[in-house]
């Protein structure tokens, strides 16, 4: 996956070279951080991500961000994809511990 160009996960498919994101064939308008974040949580299936490890990746440790805002970025990710976090299909909470990619990835 660290080296595929492209990665899906059944109706998702994000594009690494051009940072584009679509859902069921419609493009999905995401922020710059949010398709890094996504990235991330794609390369890094099925492994629990704690907030403090996406901040040093996602933002950079000099970023004066706080965990919230790993929060924050991750409920616009799931409003983005219609991921309901009660029946997540793309990304899991695992309270108090940070988050983990759901889905069967695969690389193109």
């Not at 595929?4 to 070279?17: E, F, K, M, P």
């Not at 974040?37 to 004066?64: A, C, F, I, K, N």
Request: aromatic share 8%; hydrophobic share 45%.
């Amino acid at each position: 996956l660290a080296m595929s160009a492209r990665l899906t996960c059944g109706q998702l498919r994000l594009d690494r070279v051009s940072h584009r994101v679509w859902l069921n064939a419609e493009e999905v308008a995401l922020t710059p951080k949010s398709v890094m974040l996504l990235e991330y949580m794609m390369t890094h299936p099925d492994e629990l991500v704690s907030r403090e490890r996406l901040l040093d990746v996602v933002w950079g440790w000099d970023y004066p961000v706080g965990t919230r805002a790993v929060d924050t970025r991750i409920a616009e990710l799931r409003k983005a994809l219609g991921d309901d976090p009660a029946a997540p299909c793309f990304i899991e909470t695992i309270p108090g511990q940070g988050y983990r990619f759901a889905g069967k990835v695969e690389g193109l």
